[in-house]
Structure formats: C-alpha cells, structure tokens
C-alpha cells in the first residue's frame, strides 16, 4: 500500500542504549523530516532530507543522527538514549515542489527512556 | 530563521459555534501557509493552506486568511462539530530554496456538543 509508515510503534528502551527509529515512504518525495511532538512545544524539526544523501539539522539535532542512502527510508538513531528524548517522534515526507508542499505525516512512534 | 507564533493555546466553543485560530509569522520571504489536523493517536494532516499570492481560501466550512503586510494568517471553523475536536497547527515556509517549515505549537480545539 503507497504511504508513509513508521516502525516501531512503541518502543522502551533504557538510557544509554542505542536505537534506531524506522521510516518508509512509497512516493518517492524528494523531502523527508523528523520532528519530535512534546507537550507545550508543538513540533520540532530534528534533522531534514532534501534527497538522498542529503540531510541537514533542524532545530532540535543533538543527541541524533540520521541517515538517507535511498529515496524511500530516513531513519533515526539515538546514539546513547537519554530521559530528555522520551517523546512522540513523527517522520514526513513532502514533494517539496510547486505543485505541492504538503507534508505526510507517518503515525508516529511513541519512545519511552527509562 | 522563521518563527511561527499561534494562539490561542486552548479553544473551547459550543457545537454550531464558529472557532478563530490566528498565526504570525517573522520572515516576509515565507510564502506557504498550511494548516494542519492532529486528531488523537494519529500524525497530523493538512486540511487547508494558502499561498502569499492569494488573501483568502475557502473549503466547505473552512477557510484561511493571509495578510502578508501585518504577517499574520488565521484558520476559520464555521458550524463547528464534535469531529472538529482536535489539535491544529499553523505552519510557514519559504518554497525557493531549501523547503523547512516552521510550525506553531498548536491549538488544542474543543468541541461541546
């Protein structure tokens, strides 16, 4: 099915581990964005594709890294977890061209630091 | 870079009522504004949007409004309904270059039916 999903839905992990969130798009859009979702702070941009291979900071970049070797996958890693990420973690993806600039949010993925 | 400020934070109207949600924006290159629907559990997803070309939008029981000389653009709910219930952003871009939107914190609406 064409979309945009994100994998795990939930996830646990304790601090100081390493985890990778999970992202997938079938329309190939050239843009893909992570952002974290935390109460009173609306949505943040962590880090940003504009294509493969290109990737840049947002906002909010320490303490993650990301990575996009093909169009269709951006995922997320938490080199060393901490409680400060415990958050809701929405990946996007967008056109990002004049016939259209809207974002496609993926249903996000729910990560706990214990 | 864009700052994005929305208010109000929380809206409380009667089911029929109509809702105002207003947004200002800093940079006057931005020329893309959407708004966005976040129902619960679920990603957020655009319901409208308006380019600086254009002042006003309209789509059923919605519309938007932009005045690029004050920066500030607003989303309307006519007859609102229980299923309006939900949390909307603003957001704001620059399409020339690099595509970054810069996004409100948000408007949690309340819909008493």
């Known amino acids: 099915d064409a979309g945009i999903t994100q994998s795990p839905r939930y996830k646990i992990t304790e601090t100081g581990r390493q985890v990778t969130l999970m992202c997938h798009q079938t329309?190939?859009?050239?843009?893909m964005f992570w952002y974290r979702q935390d109460l009173g702070h609306g949505l943040r941009l962590i880090y940003y594709?504009?294509?493969?291979?290109?990737?840049d900071k947002g906002e909010v970049p320490d303490g993650y890294v990301v990575s996009r070797s093909k169009t269709e996958n951006f995922p997320l890693t938490l080199e060393s977890a901490t409680r400060s990420q415990t958050s809701v973690y929405f990946c996007?993806?967008?056109?990002?061209?004049?016939?259209?600039?809207?974002?496609?949010f993926g249903p996000g993925t729910r990560l706990t630091v214990t | 870079g864009e700052n994005v400020e929305q208010h109000p934070s929380t809206l409380s109207v009667q089911e029929g009522d109509s809702a105002v949600i207003k947004c200002t924006y800093s940079d006057s290159a931005s020329n893309y504004f959407p708004w966005y629907k976040q129902e619960l559990g679920k990603g957020p997803q655009l319901i409208i949007d308006?380019?600086?070309?254009?002042g006003e939008k309209k789509d059923q029981r919605i519309a938007v409004t932009l005045n690029k000389t004050a920066k500030h653009f607003s989303l309307h709910i006519t007859e609102t309904q229980p299923e309006d219930s939900a949390v909307y952003f603003c957001?704001?871009?620059?399409?020339?270059?690099?595509?970054?939107?810069?996004f409100g914190r948000g408007t949690s609406l309340i819909v008493h039916p």
């Open positions: 594709s504009a294509a493969a291979d290109i990737t």
């Open positions: 957001a704001a871009s620059e399409t020339g270059g690099s595509y970054i939107p810069t």
């Open positions: 329309w190939s859009h050239s843009y």
């Open positions: 996007a993806s967008s056109p990002g061209s004049p016939d259209s600039y809207e974002q496609y």
């Open positions: 308006i380019r600086s070309n254009v």
